[in-house]
């Protein structure tokens, strides 16, 4: 199943006056090319669930999301591909927006569910669905299965760098690269950038699945106050990157971490001479909500 889904995601190096300027080589790992909706860091994390949902005969994915979730959106569109029906659970008041019309046009039904309820996902799934047929997906991806899958970007890697960056929302994916980097023997650190306010909560949630961070350094202090955020610094920042480089990002995630290694590279935080990776964790689609910012 997995081989009918070849990952094409290379390694562009990126020009900028502050990279030149301070004598860095940034580097972009493009997994946003991996695929349209089933991007980036969403496919990683999907891909072994997928799979042992298949081994395990079930043929309905239940997975659960925010009103604008790349997740709900990756899971609708790989369940169309692989033959799954999927069911998309919903936080909060029945709304619409392009993102939950685009999980419906690949087959999803969404139910949406008040807050609390939605907090015990585990029993929400327990008490409605037949898990003879329906396998449960957590949040975000968030699962053992979807670190495994995100460790994968380590070994993909064509050169080593001193330093890797990624948005984090559950800490799944930076988890998967930290383990990537401690199997490999890496002198690679991992920096963190939480989109979400006091995102300090994420190393607890990294080491939950037995990962040392060791190796990691999280930067607090990017988070444009909160989840969804953004302030005219941070759109006068996206606008000005996407326009000199061609590559998208978007506000959610990946603007806030470009934002975070830009600054960074600014104070001086990284040696001169320094490789350094920043991880496109994919998900442009999450645009759609944000597009008069622009
Ligand atoms: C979901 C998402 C993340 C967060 O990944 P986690 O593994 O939950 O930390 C980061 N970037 C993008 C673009 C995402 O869609």
Known sequence: MLSQFPIHSPEEEINHPVFSKKAVQVFIKRDDKIHPFISGNKWRKLKYSLQEAKNLNKNLLVTFGGAWSNHLLATAAAAAQFG??????????????????????????????????????????????????????????????????????????????????????????????????????????LHVIPVLKNGGFIKD???????????????????????????????????????????????????????????????????PGSRILFLHTGGLTGLLGQLNLF
């Open 84 to 189: 799954f029906q999927s069911q998309g659970i919903v936080r909060g008041e029945s709304v619409d927006n392009p993102v939950l019309a685009m999980c419906r046009l690949f087959g999803m039904k969404l139910q949406f569910i008040d807050r609390s309820s939605y907090r015990e996902k585990e029993s929400y799934f327990n008490n409605h669905f037949d898990s003879s047929t329906a396998y449960f997906i957590d949040e975000g991806g968030r699962s053992n299965l979807g670190v495994l899958g995100c460790k994968e970007i380590i070994p993909e890697l064509q050169q080593e760098y001193a330093h890797i960056i990624t948005a984090a929302g559950t800490g799944t994916t930076a988890a998967g690269l930290l383990q990537g980097i401690d199997e490999a023997n890496l002198a690679s650190r």
């Open 205 to 271: 949630d990294i080491e939950k699945f037995e990962v040392s961070t060791k190796n990691m350094d999280l930067h607090l202090d990017y988070h444009f106050s909160g989840y969804g955020k953004s302030n005219p610094e941070l759109i006068h920042f996206i606008k000005d990157f996407v326009a000199s480089t061609g590559i998208m990002i978007e506000p959610v995630y990946t603007g806030k971490a470009m934002y975070g290694l830009v600054d960074l590279i600014k104070k001086d935080y990284f040696k």
